[in-house]
């Protein structure tokens, strides 16, 4: 486990733990995700799992367990993205979000 907490005014670290250790950005990555499609997509809306947001997980990730060709909606994906840290529900939100509402990568 590992974080800093820094006044924004001055710069004074208030708190840290381990903050010079390198850590992945999974989860961040999981809350922007649905950061993006609670801006772009209603909860109502049907998101489609495809073959490819099941099957191209690492080994060991964390999942619900959906198949390619299972439904569920936005809300129920959300639920599961952030309560199951779901990786194959990032992936099938991640397909579903308008293209043009995605950050682009460098």
Same mark, same amino acid.
């Given at each position: 486990?590992?974080?800093?907490l820094?006044?924004?005014?001055?710069?004074?670290?208030?708190?840290?733990?381990?903050?010079?250790?390198?850590y992945?950005?999974?989860?961040?990555?999981?809350?922007?995700?649905?950061?993006?499609?609670?801006?772009?997509?209603? !909860?109502?809306?049907t998101?489609?799992?495809?073959?490819? =947001?099941?099957?191209?997980l690492? @080994?060991? #990730? &964390?999942i619900?367990g959906?198949?390619a060709?299972?439904?569920?909606?936005?809300?129920?994906?959300?639920?599961?993205? !952030?309560?199951?840290?779901?990786?194959?529900?990032?992936? =099938?939100?991640?397909?579903?979000? @308008?293209? #043009? &509402?995605?950050?682009?990568?460098?």
């Amino acid at each position: 486990d590992g974080g800093i907490l820094m006044d924004a005014g001055s710069g004074a670290i208030l708190y840290e733990k381990n903050s010079r250790e390198a850590y992945y950005p999974a989860s961040i990555t999981k809350i922007l995700t649905a950061l993006v499609i609670l801006e772009n997509c209603d !909860l109502d809306e049907t998101v489609t799992f495809s073959n490819e =947001a099941v099957n191209t997980l690492e @080994p060991g #990730a &964390s999942i619900l367990g959906a198949r390619a060709g299972d439904q569920l909606s936005v809300r129920e994906c959300l639920y599961a993205l !952030l309560l199951q840290s779901a990786n194959e529900v990032a992936n =099938a939100l991640g397909s579903t979000a @308008p293209a #043009a &509402s995605m950050p682009l990568r460098s």
